[in-house]
């Protein structure tokens, strides 16, 4: 089992920034491809970003590109996810996940989440 806790929401301008954390722990010893989602009211949950074990290689939706940096530390078993430019649409609960490494669009765990809400 591996354990997720988000940080880093909060009310923020449009315009502004945010940068969201995912500590994990449990099991860490294994390096996972993670990545964060994001679910607005009566919205379904999108994929947002992804990063593989060593971080060489991320993927955004479309939505977020140029605007969004996912990162991660493995000595500190945290992943990031900077957000810029933020617009009213970003509002969303945003999940940490733990990703299938075969398929992104599956998910192995799923953090608690944290709000963001980005006001005009």
């Given at each position: 089992?591996?354990?997720?806790?988000?940080?880093?929401?909060?009310?923020?301008?449009?315009?502004?920034?945010?940068?969201?954390?995912?500590?994990?722990?449990?099991?860490?010893?294994?390096?996972?491809?993670?990545?964060?989602?994001?679910?607005?009211?009566?919205?379904?949950?999108?994929?947002?970003?992804?990063?593989?074990?060593s971080?060489?290689?991320?993927?955004?939706?479309?939505?977020?590109?140029?605007?969004f940096?996912?990162?991660?530390?493995?000595?500190?078993?945290?992943?990031?996810?900077?957000?810029?430019?933020?617009?009213?649409?970003d509002?969303?609960?945003?999940?940490?996940?733990?990703?299938d490494?075969?398929?992104?669009?599956?998910?192995?765990?799923?953090?608690?989440?944290?709000?963001?809400?980005?006001?005009?």
């Amino acid at each position: 089992q591996v354990q997720l806790e988000e940080s880093g929401g909060g009310l923020v301008q449009a315009g502004g920034s945010l940068r969201l954390s995912c500590a994990a722990s449990g099991r860490t010893g294994t390096i996972y491809d993670m990545g964060w989602f994001r679910q607005a009211p009566g919205k379904e949950r999108d994929f947002v970003a992804g990063i593989n074990w060593s971080g060489r290689f991320t993927n955004y939706a479309d939505s977020v590109k140029g605007r969004f940096t996912i990162s991660r530390d493995n000595v500190k078993n945290t992943v990031y996810l900077q957000a810029s430019s933020l617009k009213p649409e970003d509002t969303a609960v945003y999940y940490c996940a733990v990703l299938d490494s075969s398929d992104w669009s599956k998910v192995r765990y799923w953090g608690q989440g944290t709000q963001v809400i980005v006001s005009s």
